[in-house]
């Protein structure tokens, strides 16, 4: 199965624990719904105007029980489902999860919660290229437990989680009862500075490792963020590397490359975000785009493309 996150993966190194380790975390009780309506064109895809609506909905609570202290569940809807767009205009996602101990989370249902501690590079505007059908980024149907210093965002969102200034440290271990699939966490965090790694093992015997390091220097006065991460399996190794430069509040530049993603592309990504209120505008630039084939060694290029959005987020 071919697996391509959206045009939108705000996984910002600012947002991922490198802002001081320690984020004070807003009370949610209740339902919820929040999603995106945008409006963009995609030079490569087409030259024609193009919308996309996605929102997310469900309910938590905190609860005061010896066992639990916190339960919800949610799902999303989106017109165009990058993981998988046989699934567009259905209801995705669906899972529910609780909180026991204090510290620890355990999550059912369609969740990539697996993923918390990847998060650490400027993929705004860039799309990653995943051919596993298990993988850090997937929503296959498992069970996940994360536990330690996660600071959790709630509403199901396993993007931008940081891990606590008392506790700066946490990891996963998560199962897929129908591939067998098999995941382990861990991160951490000293000073400014976090790294991760995670194991994926497949029934079929295939083992992928990856890492991740992020690094913020904000509390330095420099509005700046790196990230690299790093994919090993049996057929390749995937590189993906950036920056973010926070010009003001409501300005942001970044930058990011892939280095052989699982199609062999090598490829830049340039993008420019400007925030108002619920207002998002967007503009990037795909660059060098090139693809090595491993069967007729011919190496093929791809033309430059701009890809420019309108976002208005509820």
Do not use: C
């Not at 996605?54 to 569940?73: C, K, L, R, S």
């Not at 909180?99 to 993923?115: F, I, K, P, S, W």
């Not at 700046?224 to 920056?243: C, F, H, M, P, S």
Request: aromatic share 12%; glycine share 10%.
């Amino acid at each position: 199965m071919k697996l391509v996150t959206g045009a939108v993966v705000l996984a910002l190194m600012a947002t991922t624990a490198l802002a001081g380790g320690h984020e004070v975390q807003e009370e949610k009780n209740g339902m919820y719904l929040n999603g995106t309506f945008e409006i963009y064109i995609d030079e490569q895809a087409t030259e024609t105007l193009d919308t996309r609506f996605e929102a997310m909905g469900g309910y938590e609570t905190d609860i005061d029980h010896p066992f639990a202290n916190w339960v919800g569940f949610g799902a999303r809807f989106d017109t165009n489902y990058a993981l998988d767009r046989t699934k567009d205009n259905t209801i995705t996602e669906k899972q529910f999860g609780f909180e026991t101990l204090g510290n620890t989370r355990v999550y059912v249902g369609e969740t990539d919660a697996q993923r918390l501690g990847f998060a650490k590079t400027s993929k705004i505007g860039a799309p990653v290229i995943i051919t596993k059908p298990s993988s850090r980024i997937d929503h296959n149907e498992k069970v996940v437990v994360a536990f330690g210093g996660w600071n959790h965002q709630d509403e199901f969102d396993f993007n931008s989680v940081t891990l606590q200034r008392e506790m700066p440290y946490g990891g996963v271990v998560a199962f897929d009862p129908e591939t067998k699939a098999k995941y382990y966490g861990l991160s951490g965090q000293v000073s400014i500075v976090q790294a991760s790694v995670m194991q994926i093992d497949t029934d079929n015997g295939e083992t992928q490792r990856g890492y991740s390091v992020g690094a913020g220097f904000h509390r330095m006065g420099v509005p700046v963020a790196v990230g690299y991460e790093r994919w090993k399996d049996n057929e390749n190794t995937r590189i993906d590397y950036g920056l973010m430069y926070n010009y003001s509040d409501e300005l942001m530049f970044t930058a990011s490359r892939v280095e052989e993603d699982d199609l062999g592309f090598t490829y830049n990504y340039y993008g420019v975000v400007h925030t108002k209120g619920n207002i998002e505008l967007g503009a990037y630039f795909h660059q060098g785009k090139s693809q090595d084939n491993p069967y007729s060694g011919r190496t093929t290029t791809t033309d430059d493309s701009i890809k420019a959005t309108i976002k208005y987020k509820f």
